[in-house]
């Protein structure tokens, strides 16, 4: 089977009645099927299950869609030749994203509301991108979602929220952020931290002289991450569950990996397919698995517009 077979019919599938039908006690049912453990890559703890518990009933009792929010950065890394925009790493984890929600969308009728809660001003001050190369990432995703569409559940909705739109102008965020980071430290930062800075941030002339960089990076990610929980958009709502690929503080997000078979981020990866007997499996290559995975590049064609889907990396068996 060739790639563009395979990815075709996987999409087709998406399209494909379920049969599922309602459970006396709905609420319970829709629990089980968020903390799914063929979808949850990590253990949830009891304060995530109760919180899962109580944003259901809330959304249940109010006949609303059962609000996922997903958080990530609203760009491609830089190092990448994929970037700026989205690939088939996007495509692979959104086709992941919908299989898990479809149950849902068939049995409870406002369906499920999946929002992408995404980075984006402050990454052109942590990682030094253009504020063009972003544009071009959050457009590519936009084009994709709407790709999907036609294979989506009617009651699925897929949006793009950027942090930005939480604030009045730039300068309130920037504003914002000054004043955060004159009430923070510096901080030690692990081996983990270190290596995560170095991967994302693209130096500007002269930034990597000063022995301090990477603490001074993080202090803006620390400060940033209290202005955009302040914004009162995501956390602490029981309206909103939060989720991810990866765990995040412990009791506060369903961990559901990229793919059946990835939890790297998929916007600092990209997509691929793996050899499985007749199939594939979809993975996400992290930038340190490109440069030591074997593969070939298949031509292909499934309609998607953009500079990254006419041919996609094949692993070698």
Known sequence: MKAEQYIQLELEKLKQPLNLQPEADLETQIVRLLLSKKFRKYSANED?????????????????????????????????????????????????????????CEIYEPGVWFDFFVDDWIVETLDNLKSEEISAYLESYQKLIGFLKPYHPDNLKMTITPVSSCFK?????????????????????????RRMVELNVRPIQGQTDDPLWREKVYQIHDAYLIIKGETGYHKNRLDKILVFNQPLPPGTTISLGTTKSSIAKFWVGVGALKPDGNSYKMIILSPNQINTTKFEWQVINIGLPGKNFGKIRVLEN
Request: hydrophobic share 40%; with cysteine.
């Open 48 to 104: 995530l299950i109760q919180h899962v518990k109580d944003s259901v009933r809330e959304c249940v009792s109010k006949n609303q869609p059962i609000n996922l929010t997903f958080l990530h950065g609203a760009y491609k890394l830089w190092r990448l030749e994929e970037a700026p925009e989205v690939d088939f790493a996007e495509l692979f984890a959104l086709m992941y994203y919908t299989k898990y929600v479809k149950p849902i």
């Open 169 to 193: 102008s730039r300068s309130e965020f920037d504003n914002k952020i000054k004043e955060k980071l004159s009430t923070l430290q510096l901080p030690e930062l692990s081996d983990a931290a």
